[in-house]
Protein backbone atom coordinates (compact mmCIF):
# COMPACT_ATOMS: atom_id res chain seq x y z
CA UNK A 1 0.00 0.00 0.00
CA UNK A 2 2.96 2.54 1.15
CA UNK A 3 4.63 1.79 -2.17
CA UNK A 4 1.54 2.39 -4.41
CA UNK A 5 0.70 5.66 -2.39
CA UNK A 6 4.01 6.94 -2.86
CA UNK A 7 4.00 6.05 -6.60
CA UNK A 8 0.92 8.17 -7.03
CA UNK A 9 2.55 11.08 -5.01
CA UNK A 10 5.18 11.35 -7.47
CA UNK A 11 2.83 10.90 -10.22
CA UNK A 12 0.73 14.30 -9.25
CA UNK A 13 4.03 16.03 -8.96
CA UNK A 14 5.30 15.00 -12.41
CA UNK A 15 1.66 16.28 -13.52
CA UNK A 16 1.91 19.56 -12.14
CA UNK A 17 5.62 20.23 -13.39
CA UNK A 18 5.98 22.51 -16.26
CA UNK A 19 7.00 20.67 -19.16
CA UNK A 20 8.32 21.67 -22.98
CA UNK A 21 5.26 22.85 -24.55
CA UNK A 22 3.24 23.49 -21.39
CA UNK A 23 2.32 27.47 -21.46
CA UNK A 24 2.96 29.04 -18.08
CA UNK A 25 0.55 28.61 -15.16
CA UNK A 26 0.31 32.60 -13.96
CA UNK A 27 1.94 33.24 -10.81
CA UNK A 28 2.35 37.05 -9.30
CA UNK A 29 5.95 37.54 -6.98
CA UNK A 30 4.92 40.22 -4.68
CA UNK A 31 5.53 41.45 -1.23
CA UNK A 32 6.63 38.26 0.72
CA UNK A 33 7.31 36.02 -2.52
CA UNK A 34 9.52 38.76 -3.97
CA UNK A 35 8.56 40.80 -6.97
CA UNK A 36 11.21 42.81 -9.06
CA UNK A 37 13.40 45.86 -7.35
CA UNK A 38 11.76 48.59 -5.08
CA UNK A 39 9.32 46.13 -4.14
CA UNK A 40 6.79 46.07 -7.19
CA UNK A 41 4.91 42.99 -8.01
CA UNK A 42 5.84 40.80 -10.66
CA UNK A 43 3.42 39.06 -13.39
CA UNK A 44 4.25 36.13 -15.62
CA UNK A 45 1.28 37.55 -17.82
CA UNK A 46 3.92 39.99 -18.96
CA UNK A 47 5.72 37.48 -20.61
CA UNK A 48 3.34 37.47 -23.18
CA UNK A 49 3.71 38.61 -26.51
CA UNK A 50 7.76 38.31 -26.28
CA UNK A 51 10.31 35.75 -26.88
CA UNK A 52 11.96 35.81 -23.70
CA UNK A 53 15.10 33.33 -22.11
CA UNK A 54 14.14 33.22 -18.40
CA UNK A 55 16.41 32.00 -15.74
CA UNK A 56 15.85 30.90 -12.65
CA UNK A 57 18.77 30.89 -10.70
CA UNK A 58 20.51 30.19 -7.34
CA UNK A 59 22.98 33.26 -6.52
CA UNK A 60 25.60 30.95 -5.29
CA UNK A 61 25.44 29.64 -9.09
CA UNK A 62 25.45 32.68 -10.90
CA UNK A 63 28.58 32.05 -12.88
CA UNK A 64 27.41 28.79 -14.09
CA UNK A 65 26.23 30.12 -17.17
CA UNK A 66 27.69 33.16 -17.74
CA UNK A 67 28.94 32.32 -21.08
CA UNK A 68 24.86 32.09 -21.91
CA UNK A 69 24.26 36.03 -20.87
CA UNK A 70 27.67 36.94 -22.56
CA UNK A 71 26.49 35.22 -26.11
CA UNK A 72 23.37 36.77 -25.48
CA UNK A 73 24.53 40.46 -24.62
CA UNK A 74 26.15 40.90 -28.10
CA UNK A 75 23.59 39.38 -29.89
CA UNK A 76 21.76 42.40 -31.77
CA UNK A 77 18.17 41.83 -30.78
CA UNK A 78 14.78 44.21 -31.20
CA UNK A 79 13.72 45.35 -27.51
CA UNK A 80 10.09 45.00 -28.55
CA UNK A 81 10.40 41.09 -29.90
CA UNK A 82 13.02 39.61 -27.10
CA UNK A 83 14.04 39.72 -23.36
CA UNK A 84 15.68 37.80 -20.65
CA UNK A 85 14.49 37.68 -17.27
CA UNK A 86 16.71 36.61 -14.65
CA UNK A 87 14.46 35.33 -11.42
CA UNK A 88 16.74 35.19 -8.31
CA UNK A 89 16.02 32.53 -5.91
CA UNK A 90 17.12 34.31 -2.83
CA UNK A 91 15.95 32.01 -0.35
CA UNK A 92 18.32 29.38 -2.01
CA UNK A 93 21.77 31.79 -0.62
CA UNK A 94 23.40 32.69 2.43
CA UNK A 95 23.65 36.92 0.88
CA UNK A 96 21.28 38.82 2.81
CA UNK A 97 18.77 39.49 0.37
CA UNK A 98 19.48 43.73 0.05
CA UNK A 99 22.81 43.40 -0.61
CA UNK A 100 22.40 40.61 -3.15
CA UNK A 101 19.38 43.05 -4.43
CA UNK A 102 21.65 45.80 -5.11
CA UNK A 103 24.41 43.96 -6.67
CA UNK A 104 21.92 42.72 -9.30
CA UNK A 105 20.46 46.50 -9.75
CA UNK A 106 23.86 47.46 -10.91
CA UNK A 107 24.50 44.30 -13.02
CA UNK A 108 20.72 44.52 -14.50
CA UNK A 109 22.61 48.58 -15.98
CA UNK A 110 25.27 46.23 -17.62
CA UNK A 111 23.28 43.54 -19.45
CA UNK A 112 20.99 44.46 -22.57
CA UNK A 113 17.17 44.08 -22.31
CA UNK A 114 17.66 42.10 -18.62
CA UNK A 115 15.39 42.86 -16.08
CA UNK A 116 15.89 41.15 -12.43
CA UNK A 117 13.12 39.77 -10.44
CA UNK A 118 13.27 38.31 -7.08
CA UNK A 119 11.91 35.22 -5.43
CA UNK A 120 12.09 35.54 -1.33
CA UNK A 121 10.44 32.16 -0.70
CA UNK A 122 11.35 29.63 -3.44
CA UNK A 123 7.74 30.30 -5.02
CA UNK A 124 8.33 29.16 -8.88
CA UNK A 125 9.90 25.85 -7.31
CA UNK A 126 6.58 25.21 -5.60
CA UNK A 127 4.57 26.62 -8.62
CA UNK A 128 6.22 25.99 -11.94
CA UNK A 129 8.98 23.22 -9.95
CA UNK A 130 11.68 24.94 -10.83
CA UNK A 131 15.44 22.73 -9.70
CA UNK A 132 15.87 24.36 -6.42
CA UNK A 133 19.59 25.29 -5.81
CA UNK A 134 20.43 25.32 -9.31
CA UNK A 135 20.66 27.53 -12.53
CA UNK A 136 17.63 26.96 -14.56
CA UNK A 137 17.52 28.20 -18.38
CA UNK A 138 13.88 28.07 -20.11
CA UNK A 139 12.93 29.49 -23.72
CA UNK A 140 9.71 31.23 -23.67
CA UNK A 141 7.77 31.97 -26.74
CA UNK A 142 5.58 34.76 -27.79
CA UNK A 143 2.48 32.82 -26.04
CA UNK A 144 4.25 31.71 -22.94
CA UNK A 145 4.77 28.37 -24.09
CA UNK A 146 8.04 26.76 -22.49
CA UNK A 147 9.77 25.44 -25.65
CA UNK A 148 13.43 24.91 -24.20
CA UNK A 149 14.57 23.84 -20.80
CA UNK A 150 18.11 23.34 -19.00
CA UNK A 151 18.84 22.84 -15.65
CA UNK A 152 22.62 23.11 -14.36
CA UNK A 153 25.58 24.26 -16.67
CA UNK A 154 24.89 25.00 -20.53
CA UNK A 155 27.67 23.54 -22.54
CA UNK A 156 29.06 25.10 -25.74
CA UNK A 157 26.81 23.36 -28.01
CA UNK A 158 24.00 24.10 -25.95
CA UNK A 159 24.32 27.33 -25.84
CA UNK A 160 24.74 27.37 -29.46
CA UNK A 161 21.43 25.84 -29.75
CA UNK A 162 19.81 28.00 -27.68
CA UNK A 163 21.08 30.81 -29.48
CA UNK A 164 20.10 29.43 -33.20
CA UNK A 165 16.12 28.67 -31.28
CA UNK A 166 16.32 32.45 -29.93
CA UNK A 167 17.16 33.70 -33.42
CA UNK A 168 15.10 31.63 -35.71
CA UNK A 169 12.03 32.98 -33.05
CA UNK A 170 12.83 35.99 -33.55
CA UNK A 171 12.74 35.89 -37.48
Request: positive net charge.
Amino acid sequence: MYKISMVWICLAVILQAVNVGDTLPHVTLEKENGGMSHDKPWYSKTLRGKVHLLLYMDPDKRAENQALLDALNVLEVDSQKYSTVAIVNLAATWMPDAILEGLLSKKEKELKNTSFVFDKKKYLVKKWKMKDDASNVWIIDRTSKVMYKKVGKASHEEIEYMIKMLSDMLK
